[in-house]
């Protein structure tokens, strides 16, 4: 065997991967959408056997042999070939290193948690999560020893969402940013309720938050031939495969922005799947970049673009016509409104502003409990005296706290930090695509979303994870990851919120 | 390793076959009901690479030595083990003979066959279809040869449908029905106007077809917390799996019949899914008898029971709730309607009575055609002769003939005789069910239908594939096939609809 037929080997394996992942992602999309109540149980089977025969082929032994044939091929570090060998391997070494033992025991207990902690939330009982999130962490903390880190444990499982993060650098990060955040918070809270958005409760027909969110998803680029939007508890994007990329949303009927906002953030999502290159498809080079440039993507659209004047500039007057109740509401008011700042203990129900802090909290917990520096029951203590310190507010019930989030019963430990690095990403993507295409309020308000589209495409989309992420910030802005555009970013906006000054 | 250990490798075997077939079985559910356009070519991937998965699996070769092992044990012939080993034995048989190459350029050949025949189909040209066809044929007489027979290649095809059924006995069963359809066609062709079904006609709008349907599909015993009713072209059925039973339908808003009729027709199909026993599945036993029985379900539930006075005695006042269209049309009336015998050229739009001719023209022309007696040229000639002669009408354009139904292209020689012989099962059944529990035309009229459910459940759901077909229709009936109680009930109704006479 060559080189070139070992490449071809990795090729046809990596596809087979992919097609066994797609495969999941339907049944899971379906089971969240659309499946009946008494299909759960066979659901469960059929993704556990899927994901079974995925672990299996992942740790073909054959693979190690193919990677070393086909690593006596140069190949020039810009070429897909070299973003690809470089992932197989990274992959390679990982799954020979965790036990399949390993990988079983923790689907099955993050499995039997996660219904579980659904109990718990509901009764908001840390209690009884407690024994299963100990076990949890645990099996991650073995996960960590078995796949090995440079400085510490958390340091293993950072790097499956965010390649080479480190939780050290993340730690100054958020450090940076604390500060920040609690001077914006200050900032609005002198003026507590200054913004009126009493309006954003009025009630809004369902069938026309659908039809609304439909067409503006469908106006800034997202394909409906190659998509869907549906209903699910969560909303999420579902990649089944290209020419396949399906978003869902939740409505209420009180509340504008519920439905509204997740719809634009997925479709952020979906804008990023559908612009992946299709023939790169089954390999590395054909995935995104990293979570965190995934959630990068989402972030900008809800965000950047989504709660900017210029996007309501634009479609104000049609938002009107699909709901006149908002008629006595000026263009102003409707934006400001859409951009309060208020401390909540809920994560997803956060402002841009007090975003940052509960993935601050969440990550040095997170990082304690896999370091062993912290046990889960001294968890929702912490958590208290960081929201008082913080945010000023004590979370009433387990519900609000450390029982909100799924993440840490389906064993995501080392996630939480791609949520803030996609706002930092973000705003340094805002910023460079600024410098080349002139401002972004300007663009949205005449309706130019095809044009921020083709730059994200030709910057992001079309590159996959030809680079690492470290390597395609720097490739965009000419600097590595820089909290600056994110804070210049808000400071902005808060001025103009709250203080009435600064540029749009 | 001993009998038992072998027996117990072969049902992991066995699941592991069924948790694959029931991914693929959602996979395709998801094409016909919700796939965006542009997702068609990755599915066809996903479904290739499961199905090759599938074939593989199946041709195991420790499967032979297991079977030879579990053998040494002796099991009665009425227990699940017996009914398995049987299955298991006739699948290995079947799969060790043909070789996966064929399976593979079979696929391949449908696939591309699929939507030449949908090309073909709308511009009416049979020549466009021809080559593909002749290339299917080749391919399933290969197939045929491979797996076996004792007369005539078709018998190794029908096999796989109904099993041990053949070519001979299908042969002589169709020419016993033949005269009594062709003397009743005579009968309601002496006054072919003589019923009035135009008021079916009339405009009934989706959303109200839809909750009719579903009232009756619940109130019949469709368990819609382990199901889903979707639309689709071709109305089919998706066994997922246990608890995850869906049917789908589609609608016609100038047409009462083909919506309400598909819902029944799937529900009873459904019924019989939704019966098995979960704890058999993924074995044989958990299995439907044979696709006979399976479309015989069907049959009862959409004729023996939709098509029956007292069904329509219990249902028709709640009809006329959802459609007061129809208040100045009394019960006598609509159900003459719904049973009114009229040639058609289009097998799915065929009455109960005509039916049958429409399956006997395909099977003697695909016997023919597999047995190497015909050629694929020859085929609308035949077919324009076999109507004229038997209905009295011609195909006015090969959409209405030879072109109307996917089954050829899509490689299914040997299934047509299963849509006949379930409506021979059906009126065997209903004549054995009435026995027990007196008429159904009273039972359904006071809406007993979970006494009728419960009958169902004994005598064949619960059973799955316990026992063959022919064992099955013995031990429901006393005796073999028989059409008898088919000809017995359509004279019956034929009186009723024609001469005003005959018991209901």
């Given amino acids: 065997m060559n080189a ?79 973003a690809n060998m470089r992932e197989w391997s990274r992959w390679h070494r990982r799954a020979t290193k965790i036990p399949l033992e390993l990988v079983e025991e923790l689907a099955k207990t993050t499995s039997e948690a996660e219904s579980v902690w659904e109990k718990a939330r509901a009764r908001s009982n840390w209690g009884l999560f407690e024994p299963y999130l100990e076990k949890i962490v645990r099996l991650k903390r073995e996960e960590a020893e078995a796949a090995g880190y440079e400085k ?47 309006f954003l409760f009025r009630y809004f027909p369902l069938k026309i938050q659908e039809e609304f969110g439909r067409f503006v998803a469908g106006r800034i680029g997202y394909d409906f031939k190659a998509g869907r939007l549906d209903v699910s508890a969560h909303p999420f994007t579902a990649y089944i495969g290209p020419g396949d990329v399906r978003i869902t949303t939740r409505y209420n009927t009180g509340d504008f922005r519920t439905a509204f906002f997740a719809i634009l953030h997925e479709t952020g999502h979906a804008l990023y799947d559908q612009g992946l290159k299709e023939s790169h498809w089954g390999t590395p080079c054909g995935m995104y970049a990293s979570l965190g440039f995934h959630e990068a993507q989402a972030r900008f659209w809800e965000n950047q673009i989504g709660r900017s004047k210029g996007f309501w500039k634009f479609f104000y007057p049609r938002l009107l016509k699909h709901f006149p109740i908002l008629a006595d509401v000026p263009l102003e008011k409707f934006w400001k409104a859409l951009n309060v700042v208020k401390p909540s203990p809920i994560r997803v129900e956060a402002d841009e502003v007090t975003y940052g802090l509960h993935i601050i909290l969440r990550f040095r917990l997170e990082r304690k409990l896999i370091n062993g520096e912290m046990s889960v029951r001294e968890v929702p203590e912490a958590w208290a005296q960081f929201m008082k310190t913080h945010l000023g507010i004590s979370p009433s019930k387990e519900e609000e706290g450390a029982l909100q989030d799924v993440h840490w019963s389906a064993g995501l430990f080392g996630y939480f930090p791609v949520y803030l690095l996609g706002n930092i990403y973000a705003a340094q993507i805002k910023e460079a695509m600024e410098k080349d295409l002139g401002p972004l309020e300007e663009l949205c308000s005449r309706g130019k979303f095809f044009t921020i589209l083709e730059w994200l495409d030709k910057n992001i989309y079309s590159k996959g994870r030809r680079h690492t992420p470290r390597e395609l910030i720097a490739k965009i802005t000419g600097r590595g990851i820089d909290i600056r555009p994110f804070c210049d970013y808000l400071r902005n906006k808060l001025e103009l919120l709250y203080l009435g000054e600064g540029n749009p």
Same sequence: chains 1, 2.
């Fill in 4 to 82: 070139r037929e070992a490449y071809e080997k990795l090729v046809k394996w990596s596809r087979e991967l992919f097609l066994i992942e797609s495969t999941m992602e339907l049944l899971s999309w379906d089971q969240r959408c659309f499946i009946p109540e008494k299909g759960h149980s066979h659901r469960s089977e059929q993704i556990a056997y899927l994901s079974r025969l995925y672990h299996e082929k992942q740790r073909d032994p054959r693979v190690g042999e193919w990677l070393e044939i086909a690593s006596t091929d140069s190949h020039e570090p810009d070429s897909a070939e070299y």
């Fill in 152 to 198: 510490e444990p958390y340091d293993a499982l950072i790097d499956l969402f965010e390649p080479s993060m480190t939780a050290c650098e993340f730690h100054e990060i958020s450090c940076s940013l604390l500060p920040f955040i609690e001077e914006s918070i200050g900032l609005a809270m002198k003026k507590p309720n200054s913004i009126d958005d009493s």
